[in-house]
């Protein structure tokens, strides 16, 4: 499976399976923008996105395989349908919901640090 990569270049967390228990939800210290409180967005994020169910590394590995069909079959039906080419190289990622906050957590701080520089080119 490939993993994510944060800003700092350490690697996410990958779906937690059958016996691993619940990591403490803790952000991560690469955020820019001072404009959101991301301690607070990540622990509220959190709250409504609990931990997947608890399934057998076999059950979690099926899960991944299948999903990753669905989402080769997606991109034909995209392309298609829209016209659109996924990029060659794009290859699909199975995240956990943690990983997932983490991953969205990042995008929205990149668009709220440009906000300002957008402001001022009005």
Known sequence: MVGLRRRDGH????ARSEGTGSAALSPPSVFTS????????????????PDGPR????EAHDAVVEIKEHAQEAQEHVRDVTGLIAH???RVVVVDRRSWIDSNLHAFDSIVDMWPAAKERL
Request: glycine share 8%; net charge negative.
């Open 11 to 14: 690697g996410l967390p990958s």
């Open 34 to 49: 001072p404009a959101v409180d991301w301690s607070l967005a990540y622990a509220v994020a959190g709250r409504f996105a």
């Open 55 to 58: 399934i057998s590394p076999r």
């Open 88 to 90: 060659e190289d794009h």
